[in-house]
């Protein structure tokens, strides 16, 4: 299977503003300590949570490429089953990737890798590009996670799917710049 290649995504934030948001939740919920007013720590919370959109919006933008491709490479490798569709390997990435795609996204610091991937494929399969900020309701942004939750189950229902396992269709994952150090010692 072709690898699951993930690109840096920058501007658009500071790259602090999704922590600063967790701890204006956390504040905001009592849970810590805070000095600063509840409409300052509920603004930062929104910048926050905007950030972890546009992440997940680009996250899905590579996802969604691999899914393609993957579909494509079975296509092309003989009796293409009409079941085997884009939902298959988003089932796979989601709930059954391989053991060493886990422990390197573990290596990583991700360590919900289920609700990262599933919930960027919700946000992508919405918005294919980060919609810009005052666009997006406040409601919306404070919740984004339950409305990603529930993209990915409805992506996940829009057609009837083979489900796949890692036996059946191995892969890896990689940062853009680690793969491509790969392929230039290949070609060296």
Same mark, same amino acid.
């Given at each position: 299977? $072709?690898?699951?290649?993930?690109? /840096?995504?920058?501007?658009?934030? =500071? ?17 810590? $300590? ?27 933008? =590579? ?16 009796? $293409? ?16 990737? /391989? ?28 918005? @294919? ?26 992506? @996940? ?5 083979? /489900? ?25």
């Amino acid at each position: 299977m $072709p690898p699951l290649i993930l690109h /840096p995504f920058s501007g658009g934030g =500071d790259a602090a503003d999704p922590l600063e948001g967790v701890r204006a939740s956390m504040a905001l919920q009592g849970l810590v $300590p805070s000095d600063d007013e509840e409409s300052v720590l509920y603004q930062r919370m929104l910048v926050g949570r905007y950030q972890e959109v546009r992440m997940l919006v680009f996250l899905g933008k =590579d996802i969604f490429r691999w899914l393609r491709q993957c579909v494509e490479f079975v296509n092309s490798a003989g009796a $293409p089953d009409s079941r085997i569709v884009e939902q298959s390997f988003a089932a796979l990435v989601v709930d059954d990737p /391989p053991e060493a795609v886990v422990r390197k996204l573990e290596s990583w610091g991700v360590t919900d890798r289920r609700a990262v991937f599933s919930r960027a494929i919700g946000i992508h399969s919405i918005f @294919q590009h980060p919609p810009l900020p005052e666009t997006l309701s406040p409601e919306f942004l404070k919740n984004y996670h339950r409305y990603a939750d529930h993209a990915y189950i409805c992506f @996940q229902h829009l057609y009837a799917f083979l /489900p796949l396992t890692t036996n059946q269709f191995p892969f890896d994952i990689y940062a853009s710049e680690e793969y491509a150090r790969i392929l230039s010692a290949q070609w060296e």
